[in-house]
């Protein structure tokens, strides 16, 4: 069955700033032992690897879909601090049970609605945690 990427149920984008140079940003976001850590339920292979630019992948697991990381060199005016903005996508819809690939039928109900936002939250809160502790880890280490 192929994946509609137009309609997914989980649709993330979210842009951080972190007081690293991307170089920094890339040694732990390109490290595959990392997306284990910080997606367990996921398997995540690389479709495009883009060096210090970030790397995509396809999902596969409790999701199926793609995700992207995107890291933004970016020069303030303000500071001497090397920056990087960091974009992270993730658009995937929950998979069937049993299956880690085959996408999961929807129905759009008020219940199904329901359950998608609270996955939803979960799935950005999960990944504010995540980009913070790298933040945090990497600004400390300056």
């Known amino acids: 069955m192929k994946q509609d990427f137009d309609h997914c149920l989980i649709?993330?984008?979210d842009d951080t700033v972190i007081y690293a140079p991307v170089t920094a940003?890339?040694?732990v976001v390109?490290?595959?032992a990392?997306?284990?850590?910080w997606w367990p339920d996921l398997t995540l292979k690389v479709y495009g690897d883009r060096g210090n630019k970030g790397l995509?992948?396809?999902v596969s697991g409790s999701l199926v879909g793609s995700s992207e990381i995107w890291l933004e060199p970016w020069a303030s005016e303000t500071s001497e601090l090397a920056t990087t903005i960091v974009h992270y996508?993730?658009?995937a819809t929950p998979t069937k049970a049993g299956s880690l690939i085959v996408p999961r039928a929807v129905t759009n109900s008020v219940r199904e609605q329901r359950e998608m936002h609270k996955l939803r939250e979960r799935h950005v809160l999960a990944w504010k945690r995540t980009i913070w502790g790298l933040k945090d880890s990497l600004e400390n280490s300056l």
């Open 25 to 27: 940003v890339i040694a």
């Open 11 to 13: 649709d993330i984008a």
């Open 34 to 37: 990392t997306w284990r850590k």
């Open 30 to 32: 390109g490290n595959s």
């Open 56 to 58: 995509r992948w396809t």
């Open 89 to 91: 996508y993730l658009r």
